[in-house]
């Protein structure tokens, strides 16, 4: 029985962001099966790697696959009602403590099947992917009991592995107080600790821990608590943090050596400083800025100083973000943070996997690098953050294939 050949494909003329910089000169890229198997110039392509090719395509912008490391994509049922309270005046705040908000997904969610769930996420998984998204992080956090958190998570996975995306999973079961431990965070936090958490270790359903550290979350203390608990088990951790008060999660984040602080509008230097040290991604979400009206920016200046990444994303989810664009947040970022596009189009790619854990492997254009990357009908890079416009995907690869052609 032989082999099939391995598919060598070539993309000539291109203008590329490979994740760090734009080139100045056009560019070819040739893959080889699922790997990136070549970056050069233009005048450096030789006639055998052309004549090697079984497929050629020419021009455009080729960005390495986004990544959009903060979602909560999976959920059931539309928070529109929420929506309109906060137009006549509510808080986002306000509505939590009532029992709306998160708990309002919860209810919905804890009463789909896993079928339905499944379903239910799939056109906000496809949209993301319809913009050049290949590597996309999930959290659990509507289900805030053993089996509808694992359900979550197997839902993601089976995301993951029906279609031609790479879904990175979260355990996020400390995102809010269930009704059952009203008025015992503690006694919740151990309940993660003690049966949530172990359960989804042993069946390797999440790839990392988060909470939300905040005053209608979870304390520093409980914070501190769960991250020991995620760490004996091996994995990494990360925060939903400083996003309407500063209670120093980030700051906690970083002593645990965190992947990623997420939010981070209220975060202050010496947090700022700890970061830097511990190689903790300050993940901005501007869809979330955005849509509870904040005010507070995140300090740029600062982590731009100390040189911490900023990655971006869209935090996706039915309540302080009900958007799944990541290109929008690109555009977003700039507007609304002061972000450069150069800076914003690395926040969803190389600075974007760092938040994952995974920025030596995901996140650029480079020779041995899994061929994951889009092509855009733009002039420049710079141009995907400039405008909003859909429809400018012009080829999305993941794996080698492409998955997406436009027209
Ligand atoms: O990242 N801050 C907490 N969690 C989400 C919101 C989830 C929701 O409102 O359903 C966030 O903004
Ligand atoms: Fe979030």
Not at 71 to 79: I, P, Y
Not at 110 to 119: I, K
Not at 128 to 148: F, P, Q, R
Not at 354 to 360: I, M, R, S, V
């Amino acid at each position: 029985m032989s082999a099939t050949p391995t598919e060598r494909k070539l993309w000539t003329e291109i203008t590329l962001f490979d994740g760090h910089q734009t080139f100045d000169q056009l560019m070819a890229v040739s893959v080889e099966g699922d790997r990136i198997a070549l970056v050069c110039p233009m005048p450096d392509l030789s006639d055998e790697t052309i004549q090697a090719a079984d497929q050629t395509f020419v021009g455009g912008v080729m960005t390495p696959g986004l990544i959009d490391c903060h979602t909560h994509l999976v959920f059931s049922g539309s928070r529109a009602d929420e929506f309109e309270q906060r137009l006549e005046g509510a808080s986002y705040e306000e509505i939590a403590r009532q029992g709306g908000g998160i708990l309002s997904t919860v209810h919905a969610t804890r009463a789909s099947s896993e079928d339905a769930l499944f379903n239910d996420s799939l056109p906000r998984i496809h949209a993301l992917m319809a913009d050049g998204v290949t590597t996309v992080e999930i959290k659990s956090g509507y289900g805030l009991n053993l089996d509808d958190e694992l359900k979550m998570l197997r839902v993601a996975r089976r995301l993951g592995s029906e279609l031609p995306i790479q879904v990175v999973t979260t355990l996020l079961a400390a995102h809010a107080l269930p009704p059952e431990f009203k008025d015992n965070a503690d006694g919740y936090i151990d309940f993660i600790c003690h049966e949530i958490l172990p359960k989804a270790v042993t069946e390797q359903l999440a790839d990392a821990v988060d909470v939300f550290c905040e005053g209608i979350g979870f304390s520093v203390a409980q914070s501190e608590k769960l991250f020991r608990a995620a760490q004996a088990y091996g994995l990494p951790i990360k925060s939903h943090a400083e996003q309407l008060s500063n209670l120093g999660g980030a700051k906690l984040t970083a002593k645990y050596q965190g992947l990623s602080a997420d939010h981070i509008e209220w975060l202050d230097e010496e947090a700022i400083k700890a970061m830097a040290k511990a190689g903790t991604v300050a993940t901005l979400l501007p869809g979330a800025f955005y849509t509870l009206r904040d005010t507070q920016v995140p300090p740029i200046e600062l982590l731009r100083q100390y040189q911490v990444p900023m990655a971006i994303a869209t935090d996706g989810n039915p309540g302080s973000s009900p958007i799944f664009q990541l290109t929008l947040m690109l555009n977003m970022a700039c507007t609304l943070f002061r972000l450069t596009p150069k800076e914003a189009l690395q926040g969803v790619t190389l600075n974007a996997a760092k938040a994952l854990g995974l920025g030596d492997q995901f996140g650029s254009i480079a020779q041995g690098r899994q061929a994951d990357f889009c092509i855009w009908k733009i002039n420049t890079p710079s141009e995907l953050a400039y405008a909003v416009q859909p429809g400018r995907l012009k080829q999305r690869v993941f794996k080698g294939e492409v998955t997406h052609e436009l027209g």
